[in-house]
């Protein structure tokens, strides 16, 4: 039934029923097979691992073997190392910056932090990449103090668990852009981790397409009682906060206060899980982080670069950011009984499906723009795609959270009009799409012609 038939004959066929379009569209079967290689297992053992060093914290023993952040970070290297040996695929190194007591007011003392980063290098776009992180440190009720236990189990040995085991299951795929497989430091302390990488991202020249960061991805059961295994949130900002006056004036007339290119990530996800994990719900959740709250997808953000949250949608705060203790007949403390590892390992999947999708897609397209004033048609025009096998455009109510319709074009054309279809009401974007028929994220118009 899923045979492969040229991609402008089965791109994509929509059906409406009652009002609602059901999309039937061609699937990869390697998609399929990733989220069943992905073990909660595996999962499980790992997040133990990660608790037994007592605390990772950021600014806890370096040189014993077996407690402290030190002992955490060296453990992970070995195992990326492992998997980096098994592939032959992947470089793996420590990327550190240097923080002192006047970099923060959350900083106990003077200390490295370190990243362990493992690139599995693209074939076609070794510079091109796409980037998944959770974390390494872990906090107890007074962050400053890094001597008191402190599992972290979900905040964020869930994340870095689910990280490391992309990697081992991505890593038996050969992809044409990089990805990247990072534990980040010193979250807790002012997201200097994410930071470190991010510059260091930059002063290096990483074309990225964006970074899933998790946070938090094994708790089911909210501080409230819902309990829900099939709930989670992407959080996205509605656009860069590097844009200029110019960018901003050019949203009040033409659009786009809802269309980032974090925000065309979350979007991306959010499809790619209903098309291939449709037993779960994911949440696009319109705002950068929790209510005043932070997470390292933000560093990258502050660079211009696109980035998503990915985390449970009911939280428990009585097992974040506390000592181990029962008080008042409550028990406080992020242990392992709070993490279910057969959820961790359905939101790993959701990160190891994008993953795959967009390094195995070509590169978005560049320089789209859109014309269609006083017309009753809309006109997109883009620079073309090497290698693409086509292009798509899309559409949306402009009170849309999702792209409605969309059109797939021919890989000869950068240029295409929409008859009938009349631009005041509806948001546009055009994608790349590969001869393997996967998809770039899509990208929104910055520029205007007539
Ligand atoms: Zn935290």
Not at 13 to 34: M, W
Not at 71 to 94: G, P, T
Not at 258 to 271: N, P
Request: aromatic share 10%; glycine share 8%.
């Amino acid at each position: 039934m899923l045979k492969k038939l040229p991609l402008s004959l089965l791109m994509f066929a929509a059906l409406s029923f009652s009002g609602k379009t059901i999309v039937a569209q061609e699937t990869d079967a390697k998609i399929y097979d990733i989220i069943s290689k992905i073990s909660a297992d595996s999962i499980e053992a790992d997040i133990r691992k990660l608790i037994s060093f007592g605390t990772r914290n950021t600014f806890s023993d370096t040189l014993s073997d077996t407690r402290g952040i030190g002992a955490a970070r060296r453990w992970i290297k070995s195992e990326f190392d492992n998997i980096a040996s098994d592939c032959n695929c992947m470089d793996v190194f420590y990327q550190k910056d240097f923080v002192t007591k006047e970099d923060g007011s959350r900083i106990p003392k003077d200390a490295w932090v370190v990243n362990v980063v493992a690139i599995q290098k693209g074939t076609k776009y070794p510079n091109r990449y796409i980037i998944m992180s959770g974390d390494i440190d872990s906090r107890a009720s007074n962050t400053m103090d890094f001597k008191i236990d402190a599992p972290g189990a979900n905040d964020n040995a869930s994340g870095m668990a689910g990280t490391m085991e992309a990697a081992r299951v991505l890593s038996q795929y050969e992809f044409e852009n990089s990805i990247v497989y990072v534990g980040l430091s010193g979250e807790e302390q002012g997201l200097f981790g994410g930071k470190g990488l991010a510059e260091y991202a930059k002063k290096n020249n990483w074309d990225i397409i964006g970074i899933l960061n998790n946070d938090m991805i094994g708790n089911i059961e909210g501080v409230d009682g819902v309990i829900s295994n099939r709930d989670f949130r992407i959080f996205s900002e509605p656009v860069p906060p590097i844009e200029t006056e110019n960018e901003r004036n050019m949203r009040r007339f033409y659009g786009g206060e809802v269309d980032g290119i974090s925000r065309q990530l979350a979007r991306y996800i959010h499809k790619t899980t209903q098309i291939y994990m449709p037993e779960m719900n994911p949440m696009m959740i319109y705002r950068l982080d929790r209510f005043g709250r932070g997470g390292h997808h933000r560093p990258f953000n502050d660079l211009g670069f696109a980035g998503v949250r990915i985390m449970e949608a009911h939280e428990n705060y009585n097992r974040q950011h506390q000592d181990i203790r029962t008080e008042n007949g409550i028990e406080y403390g992020d242990v392992i009984e709070g993490v279910n590892f057969d959820y961790a390992k359905k939101l790993t999947a959701v990160n190891a499906i994008n993953l795959a999708s967009l390094a195995w897609a070509p590169p978005a397209p560049k320089k789209v723009e859109i014309g269609g004033i006083v017309e009753a048609n809309t006109k997109l025009r883009w620079e073309a795609v090497k290698d693409a096998a086509g292009y798509k455009i899309y559409w949306r109510d402009t009170t849309a959270p999702q792209w409605q319709h969309s059109r797939f074009i021919d890989k000869n054309l950068t240029e295409f009009t929409l008859d009938g279809i009349v631009i005041d009401n509806f948001f546009f974007g055009v994608s790349a799409v590969g001869k393997n028929g996967h998809e770039s994220v899509v990208v929104f118009p910055s520029g205007t012609f007539r």
